[in-house]
């Protein structure tokens, strides 16, 4: 027997036909409870996947924040599943994640720094050449962007403000103090898991907050 037979044989995964079921209900209901059990349960799957995406990648990046993306973008976009069998969720979780690593990847070619001596020789456009009317658009477009960006930061804080103190504590270790979720997790005695639970539903929690500021 061949294990492509032996998978058939033995029948779908129990987990993955939760996961199924559990995404299923989520489209109908949208009851946070709903999606707060898919995490729970298809947890251990997730980081399975990045872990074995990251390392077909040789990436160093933390399968924990892998995980975060995926399932901020499985509620995000529940309403395209379509779990037409049982075990459904697995293949489609399994590109979503392979998504999310192929973006972190994107970002961090990205963020790539270039050193002074990089620039030596390059001509840089000098700003006092513009024409008298591209400098004035060019004030024009700067004003507006920190108009949106005061407008943006003024939703975040109040968003920020919604948060339950453990939220908005974690929060900050992760986004700002830049450390990973086993250090938080040791220093606040709290398991790993929990605190990836605690990050998860701050920023959906962010996210609906600040939705509701802009709509008000």
Not at 14 to 21: H, Q
Not at 82 to 99: D, G, I, K, T
Request: proline share 4%; with cysteine; aromatic share 8%.
């Amino acid at each position: 027997m061949t294990l492509a037979q032996a998978v058939r044989q033995a029948g779908p995964d129990p987990i993955a036909v939760r996961c199924t079921e559990l995404l299923a209900n989520f489209q109908h209901t949208a009851d946070p409870s709903d999606f707060d059990e898919l995490a729970r349960v298809a947890g251990p799957f997730l980081q399975r996947r990045a872990r074995f995406e990251l390392s077909r990648c040789g990436s160093t990046i933390d399968d924990a924040e892998v995980v975060q993306e995926a399932l901020l973008n499985l509620y995000r976009y529940a309403h395209t599943f379509r779990p037409r069998v049982p075990h459904a969720f697995s293949s489609w979780a399994a590109r979503v994640v392979r998504n999310v690593v192929l973006r972190c990847l994107r970002r961090r070619r990205t963020v790539a720094t270039v050193s002074l001596e990089e620039l030596e020789g390059v001509d840089l456009p000098d700003a006092t050449s513009h024409e008298p009317i591209r400098r004035l658009v060019d004030d024009e477009d700067r004003i507006e962007l920190r108009r949106s960006l005061s407008v943006y930061l003024q939703f975040y804080f109040m968003a920020y403000l919604g948060l339950t103190e453990l939220q908005r504590v974690v929060l900050h270790q992760v986004e700002i103090s830049g450390r990973n979720y086993r250090q938080i997790a040791s220093e606040l005695g709290m398991r790993v898991e929990a605190v990836k639970m605690v990050v998860y539903r701050a920023r959906k929690r962010l996210n609906a907050n600040m939705q509701r500021a802009a709509a008000g």
